[in-house]
């Protein structure tokens, strides 16, 4: 099956640096991926929609200058958290989607995440 | 008013019992229903789909769906402690979005 593997899976960096998560769909191509975050206990809210070859689109609420996604090829995406803070300590996840699949729902397959402490 | 809202637990159980998770939503525009399960420090996997009322099973996994009700179910028939997990239900619409509840955190005792 489908498999999306996403690094590193878990990283401790200082306040004010740059940490920059990948995500790789191995077996597959992936025209979309989505990079969700997720506080303990809570659910995965949505931060952004990246296509292969475009600008991101994000959430409302979502600063872009902060989290910058690259989605250079049709395998890879990065989200790179910038000047990290405290506050930004979360677990993120991506997800892509098959190219073959179109808009079809069950296309999604998500990464084992990264969970990111800023100190 | 969230658009999915979903019980976050702990809910314990003893094992081999009946589980009962279920979700609610705001918007009937949603057409597609899933279930995903997330271990500790894990991503999601997804369990079930869904796309119309009524059940599907697999396993000892039972999908329902009511959309009169706007109320979808994930029942676990003779839970095992590799069931312990949160379960996130997940509804898609038709902008290619995934709308996740908040999970319910499951503990099975054996």
């Known amino acids: 099956g489908a498999v999306v593997s996403q690094h590193p899976s878990w990283v401790i960096c200082k306040s004010g640096t740059s940490v920059k998560i990948e995500c790789r769909s191995l077996?597959?191509?992936?025209?979309?991926m989505f990079w969700y975050r997720q506080f303990p206990k809570q659910s995965l809210m949505l931060m952004a929609t990246?296509?292969?070859?475009?600008?991101?689109?994000?959430e409302q609420g979502v600063e872009k200058d902060k989290f910058l996604i690259n989605h250079a090829s049709l395998t890879l995406s990065t989200l790179t958290v910038t000047s990290a803070h405290p506050e930004d300590s979360s677990f993120y996840i991506c997800?892509?989607?098959?190219?073959?699949?179109?808009?079809?729902?069950?296309?999604?397959?998500f990464g084992s995440g990264t969970r990111l402490t800023v100190v | 008013q969230k658009e999915v809202e979903q019980d976050p637990g702990p809910l314990s159980v003893p094992e081999g019992a009946i589980v009962s998770l279920n979700c609610t939503y705001s918007?009937?525009?949603?057409?597609?229903f899933m279930w995903y399960r997330q271990y500790s420090r894990k991503g999601p996997e997804l369990l079930m789909y869904?796309?119309?009322?009524g059940n599907k099973e697999d396993g000892r996994f039972t999908a329902q769906v009511d959309k009169s009700s706007k109320y979808i179910s994930l029942f676990i028939r003779d839970s095992q402690p590799s069931d312990s997990a949160t379960y996130l239900c997940?509804?898609?619409?038709?902008?290619?979005?995934?709308?996740f509840g908040q999970g319910t955190e499951l503990s099975v005792k054996p």
């Open positions: 997800s892509a989607r098959e190219s073959r699949t179109g808009t079809l729902y069950y296309g999604y397959t």
């Open positions: 077996d597959f191509q992936a025209t979309t």
């Open positions: 990246s296509n292969e070859g475009s600008k991101a689109t994000y």
């Open positions: 918007n009937s525009a949603f057409q597609y």
């Open positions: 869904t796309y119309s009322s």
């Open positions: 997940a509804l898609y619409n038709q902008g290619g979005k995934l709308i």
